[in-house]
Nanobody
Framework: QVQLVESGGGLVQDGGSLRLSCAASGFTFSIYTMGWFRQAPGTEREFVAAISCSEDNTYYYDSVKGRFTVSRDDANNMVYLQMNSLKPEDTAVYYC??????????????????WGQGTQVTVSS
């Protein structure tokens, strides 16, 4: 059974940091590209960051470049999102996603096969 379980969300002040974790099971983690998406109330889910399989190439949404860092631990089937200098506009539910192989359209939700349930991140001003 495939599972993606996010953790690490919470309430933080403007300028603070959080580290999100995503524990994966039920599939061959090392051959999947891992992505992070987020969805704020009343908006569509949007791409945040991704890390490819094998070459560990990383990709970021423009508004989080330089503030967020995505990483993975294939030995433990984990993917992380380190979020620094958080802003109120980063407030959203953050989702972990897995897509098989090298993904061409990295920012497209339909490129991913599996999704977690999400973890809430709230940044207060």
């Amino acid at each position: 059974q495939v599972q993606l379980v996010e953790s690490g969300g919470g309430l933080v002040q403007d300028g603070g940091s959080l580290r999100l974790s995503c524990a994966a099971s039920g599939f061959t983690f090392s051959i999947y590209t891992m992505g992070w998406f987020r969805q704020a109330p009343g908006t569509e889910r949007e791409f945040v960051a991704a890390i490819s399989c094998s070459e560990d190439n990383t990709y970021y949404y423009d508004s989080v470049k330089g503030r967020f860092t995505v990483s993975r631990d294939d030995a433990n089937n984990m993917v992380y999102l380190q979020m620094n200098s958080l802003k109120p506009e980063d407030t959203a539910v953050y989702y972990c996603a897995a897509g098989r192989g090298q993904i061409y359209m990295i920012e497209t939700m339909t490129s991913y096969d599996y999704w977690g349930q999400g973890t809430q991140v709230t940044v207060s001003s």
